[in-house]
Nanobody
């Protein structure tokens, strides 16, 4: 059974930090790219960052460059999203998703085959 399970969300003040985790199972982790997405109330789901586990390449949305870092632990099948200098506009439900092999910020959401249930991140002002 394929599973993507997010954790690490919570409430943090502006300027604070959080680290999200995405634990994957049930598929060949190294053959997939893992993306982080977020969806704020009333807004469309948007891509935040992704990492292609095959070659380790990463990509970021302009809004998070320099503040967020994506990384992977291939031995544990876990992808992390370290979020620093958080802003109220980062408040959203954060999801991880898997797409076959390579990912990038330009890849449509429809290309992601597996999705997690999400974890809430709230940044207070």
């Amino acid at each position: 059974e394929v599973q993507l399970v997010e954790s690490g969300g919570g409430l943090v003040q502006t300027g604070g930090s959080l680290r999200l985790s995405c634990a994957a199972s049930g598929f060949s982790f190294n053959d997939y790219g893992i993306g982080w997405f977020r969806q704020a109330p009333g807004k469309e789901r948007e891509g935040v960052s992704c990492i292609s586990n095959g070659d380790g390449s990463t990509d970021y949305a302009d809004s998070v460059k320099g503040r967020f870092t994506i990384s992977t632990d291939n031995a544990k099948n876990v992808v992390y999203l370290s979020m620093n200098s958080l802003k109220p506009e980062d408040t959203a439900v954060y999801y991880c998703a898997a797409t076959y092999y390579f990912c990038s910020q330009s890849l449509p959401l429809s290309e992601y085959k597996y999705w997690g249930e999400g974890t809430q991140v709230t940044v207070s002002s």
